[in-house]
């Protein structure tokens, strides 16, 4: 059980239930978050109306968003997150096998650009201070300036939905329990 009550959407303002509802329904099974970023209604209007409206506009493969989100919230050992988009990322090509590794240098199943959105997100997640120039010239090869600073950007809200999650202790929504990284707690 979260740390707060859940909220339900007939609590939240008339101008913040669009936002939850179209949450609940297309962007996973989120509802357990949602439930809890009701409790603030401008976050859950501009937070999770930002994701819906970059997810109604993609300039980025989804499979490198799920990469970096995987590889991110593995990093920061968040089992929601990572049970959540492990089967995503396995809907955009990749084994259960390369998800379970997906840390390991040697990780099979990435290809050179798979790797290089790992190991950027690794890199801003393990040490932001340190990205080098080098590092995005290699990704300037393969992405624009646009796609790099979303690329970016989800890299670091991915952090802080790794903190809340962990912090607030959401639930497992049921349809991702099916899912967890071993080693993880979810899957002790």
Known sequence: MARVRDVEIDEVPD????????????????????????????????????????????????????????????????????????????????????????????????????????DYAAQVTRDHNRVRDGLFDRLRAHFSEEQIVELTLRITLCTFFNKFNDVMQLDMEDAATGYALPGSQAAE
């Open 15 to 118: 101008d913040a239930k669009p936002v939850y509802q179209r949450f609940v329904n297309e962007y996973g099974p989120f509802l357990n978050q949602v439930k809890v970023f009701a409790h603030r209604p401008i976050a859950l209007r501009h937070v999770m109306g930002m994701l819906l409206e970059m997810s109604d506009n993609p300039i980025l493969d989804k499979r490198y968003l799920e990469i970096a989100i995987v590889t991110v919230s593995e990093i920061n050992k968040c089992d929601y997150c990572v049970a959540h988009h492990g089967p995503k990322l396995m809907e955009y090509g990749l084994t259960r096998e390369t998800v379970d590794a997906i840390l390991e240098p040697d990780c099979p199943g990435l290809d050179e650009v798979d790797r290089l959105v790992r």
